[in-house]
């Protein structure tokens, strides 16, 4: 639990060459400065045991926008868990530390185990809450039939990220308001930041996602497979995608994905407020789109925006 303290680290072993070369210093005076650097080193990593900063007990990482992170965030909200919410803004945290969101801090013992991937959050957060109440956690039992929809349902969601961006890269100020530039939760010199760098950040996102049009009508036909498959399982009136009375957490990753382009009213459960893209903000072929699939599943349409009531 030495976060800042690695930080501060980190900023003095690139002032330390810049004061090296400044000063004209010796080589011998390097060599202090690299053994005192080693032993600062040291001292922070003892401080994890002896004197750990104050961190909250679950710390998860999220940029607001974020249908993955609306994935995990609902189901701890369900859960009833206390977390400490960090968002950032959109891109920053990929490209320049190569870290997604969601992305879980957690205090396990003596240290602070990281652990990224919305699926695999869900799976500690199961393992580390069924002991206190099993009945409250069931809804998050990765049993055979629901960890094989999941997989599913989480191709959904990057077909959705490819879909979003496509209708909304070009349009600048909406997708720096996306990326919670408008958010004051997002910290104000990551907000400037990405102001400055959005040419780069757009072209990264093009090519890691392969922003084109041969990928985004795959990524269409892959969102309105899922859709279909969501609308037939819904007709016998279950309340459950893989059936039964008991709401599970891949209904919530369903409603979550599918609130990326719905946006009810309570998408985020009062985290992603700032980040909203309305449907009358939103391109007008976007906005056809979105249409065009609430008149064509509008069972699938009303069971996500019941359970959004419910959030
Ligand atoms: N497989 C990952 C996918 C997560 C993902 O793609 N997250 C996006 C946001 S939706 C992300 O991290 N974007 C990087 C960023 O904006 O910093 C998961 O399930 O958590």
Redesign the pocket.
């Known amino acids: 639990m030495t976060d800042n303290r690695n930080l501060v680290f980190a900023v003095l072993v690139f002032v330390a060459p810049i004061l090296v070369a400044w000063y004209g210093l010796s080589v011998a005076a390097a060599v202090g400065i690299v053994v005192l650097l080693l032993l600062c080193r040291w001292m922070i990593t003892l401080s994890g045991f002896l004197a750990p900063e104050n961190k909250p007990d679950l710390e998860l990482a999220t ?1 607001s ?5 609306e ?2 965030r609902w189901s701890f909200d369900r859960l009833g868990i206390e977390y400490t919410e960090k968002p ?8 320049f ?1 190569g ?5 879980l801090k957690a205090k396990t013992g003596s240290v602070r185990s990281v652990i ?6 869900l799976r500690y957060v199961y393992g580390r809450y069924l002991p206190e109440d099993p009945e409250k956690a069931a809804f998050l039992e990765p049993t055979a039939e629901r960890v094989e929809l999941e997989r599913r349902l ?1 191709l959904y ?2 077909s959705l ?1 490819v879909w979003v961006y496509y209708h909304i890269l070009h349009d600048r100020d909406l997708a720096l308001h996306a ?1 919670g530039v408008n958010n004051p939760a997002t910290p104000a010199w990551q907000r400037l930041l990405l102001r400055i760098l959005f040419p780069l950040q757009a072209a990264l996102i093009r090519l890691s996602f392969k922003i084109n049009d041969t990928h985004f009508a795959k990524s269409v036909a892959r969102i309105e497979d899922v859709l279909a498959d969501a609308e037939a399982r819904l007709e016998d009136g279950r309340a459950s995608l893989l059936g039964g009375t008991e709401v599970n957490y891949t209904d919530l990753a369903f409603a979550a994905f599918t609130g990326l382009w719905l946006m009810p009213e309570a998408y985020g459960g009062g985290k992603a407020d700032h980040v909203r893209v309305e449907r009358d903000r939103a391109p007008a072929e976007m906005r056809a789109e979105i249409e065009r699939w609430i008149e064509a599943y509008p069972r699938a349409v009303s069971w996500v925006e019941s359970l959004y009531a419910n959030r």
Do not use: E, M, Y
């Open positions: 940029i926008a974020s249908h993955f992170v994935k995990v950032a803004g959109g891109t920053l945290g990929a490209f530390r870290r997604t969101v969601p992305q990224g991937n919305s699926s695999d959050i989480d969601g990057v990220q990326w």
